[in-house]
C-alpha cells in the first residue's frame, strides 16, 4: 500500500503537533511533555522512513523519493511563530535533531550506505569534530551513521550516552528516533491524549 505523493506528511499533520503542544504547557521535565516532544520527532522519522521503504522497493525512483524528503524537509523546519519563546525553543530542539535524519535519508538516496566505519565509529568522529569545532564534518559524520542505521546497522544507546551535550548528541538523539522508526514504522497516533 503506497503513500500519494505529497501524502508522507503534510502540513496540516505537522500543524496539529505544533498546536497541541501550543494548548498544552509543555514542560520538558514533565514525562507527558517529554513524550509529546519525542512523538512529533518520532512521527516525522516515520514519515521519513515510508517514503525510504517506497524508494527501497522500488515504488519510487531517486529523484521522487528525494522531491518527497524535500517537502517533509520544508514542513517540518519551517520556523515555528508561537508566542511562548520557551516553546519554540523545545520545538527547535526537535527540528535540530531531525535535520540529521533528513540528511542522512537524502545521503541514503543520493548516494547509497556508507561503508567506511560502523554507526559508533562514525558518531565518534562527529563528537571528535564537533571538540574542534568542526560542525559541518560533525553533521557529515551524523549523516553517514544514519545511513548506516537505515541500511539496519543499530546505534547503541551507550554510544549515545557517551556524547556530551550538543548538536552531535541533538543529531544523535534525531538517529535515535529514525532506527525507532525503522524498527517499527506504525504512525504515532495524534489523538494519543495522555489522561
Request: hydrophobic share 40%; net charge negative.
Amino acid at each position: 500500500m503506497s503513500t500519494p505523493p505529497g501524502e508522507y506528511y503534510t502540513d496540516e499533520r505537522w500543524q496539529n503537533w505544533i498546536d497541541r503542544i501550543d494548548d498544552e504547557d509543555v514542560d520538558p521535565e514533565n514525562e507527558d511533555s517529554a513524550r509529546l516532544l519525542l512523538n512529533l520527532q518520532d512521527d516525522t522519522a516515520i514519515a521519513v522512513v515510508k517514503i525510504l521503504a517506497d524508494y527501497d522497493d522500488g515504488t519510487l525512483d531517486e529523484e521522487t523519493a528525494l522531491e518527497e524528503l524535500r517537502g517533509v524537509r520544508e514542513i517540518v523546519l519551517e520556523e515555528v511563530a508561537l508566542d511562548d519563546e520557551e516553546t519554540v525553543m523545545l520545538i527547535d530542539g526537535v527540528q535540530t535533531s531531525l535535520v540529521c535524519v533528513f540528511y542522512a535519508a537524502e545521503e541514503y538516496v543520493a548516494e547509497g550506505v556508507a561503508d567506511e566505519g560502523t554507526v559508533a565509529d562514525y558518531i565518534a568522529a562527529a563528537a571528535d569534530a564537533e571538540a574542534e569545532e568542526d560542525l559541518d564534518a560533525a553533521l557529515g559524520y551524523c549523516v553517514q551513521a544514519g545511513t548506516r542505521i537505515i541500511d539496519g546497522d543499530e546505534l547503541a544507546m551507550e554510544v549515545a550516552e557517551d556524547l556530551d551535550y550538543g548538536l552531535v548528541s541533538e543529531w544523535v538523539n534525531g538517529l535515535d528516533s529514525l532506527q525507532t522508526a525503522m524498527e517499527d514504522p506504525e504512525v504515532v497516533e495524534e489523538e494519543d491524549e495522555a489522561s
